[in-house]
């Protein structure tokens, strides 16, 4: 496709608006003091995609991108136009690949996630470097695919410079981290989040960039860049195959095998197991609520904006193959001790699930 030539007006104000922020982003991604980098980085990558889409949308379509009220008026908030959110643009576009949009969706749900909490998120950052990197990436490809060369901002970035050792106070902070219930909260969804994704998009580059950084001691010439990045789909098969070699050597790769399911319960089990342990006799309505109110497994009526794999794995999970919940021994273990210590009256949990409030499962257990 021609690259459009854009003169004044709102497409190339949208446009020049997307690549601040993302130049945003990795400036205080990349400043090793800045506070709440991660989230920030996140955001400002979150607004520059978003406007990316807009300036493509004003260019091809006009001003559509807005919602409508039924009678055909635009939607308003606080006297502005409701423009397509993120997500509402990925499907209207249309014409991402899966792994792209994979990364996107991981973004825009942790972005969700972690714009309210009060923790230092840097940690969560070592974590998710290669989404990160991919979510950069991504967005100058699109950008160029949309607007031409011209707006490439390659040569705008730099490759993050990591310290080798981190000092010690700063490794007695990450520890508290680690002990913090918000920041395994994090790491958590995106242990789930990884684990539910087919392995060719998880091993995509446009998911997650995976860098190995090796130090280059041979043939080294005084002109050579200091960091060069290779492009695996233009390596010959016997490169490839070195790699492939060099990369067990770095890391070695652990693959368990197990059968399906195995320990899991269906809830007719888990109750029938809880009445036998417990002499209480538990209904399909009352195991609802109290997985609703400890937030062990998602219910559409109850958080209607949760992720179907927005489990407690301690005591749940979801079975992606038949689209149910399974349960773990611990579940049954938890009923039974709730029920015994008479911690929470049936009455009290009914009107926390009628008022839609939660509970703090650890609290109980």
Known sequence: MKAPILRKGKTKSLLESSIDCALLAVEIYNKPRAPFRVE???THMIMAWTRLFQAHFNFTIGETYFYKE???RYKLVDGEKKAWELKACISEYGKLSQPVKTNLDFFI????KIEHRTIDKDEIGLSIFGECQSLLYNYENELIKLFGEDYAINESLAYSLQFSKIRTTQQKEASKQLLSNEYRDLMEFIK???EHLRDDIFQSQEYSIKLIQIPKIANTSKNDLAVEFVNWNVLSEEDKEKYEKLNAIVKDKVIKREAINIGKLKPNLVLES???ISGTKLSHNDHKQLLCIFKVRPYPDFSPDADVFDTNTKYCHYDEAHKDYLYQ???INFL???IQEKSLAKELW???FKSRITLNICDYE
Not at 109 to 112: A, S
């Open 70 to 72: 039924k009678n055909g």
């Open 274 to 276: 809880v009445k036998n």
């Open 336 to 338: 039974v001790k709730l």
């Open 192 to 194: 789930k989040y990884r």
């Open 109 to 112: 749900k942790l972005r969700n």
């Open 329 to 331: 021994d611990e579940w």
């Open 40 to 42: 920030t980085f996140v």
């Open 350 to 352: 009914k009107q926390h």
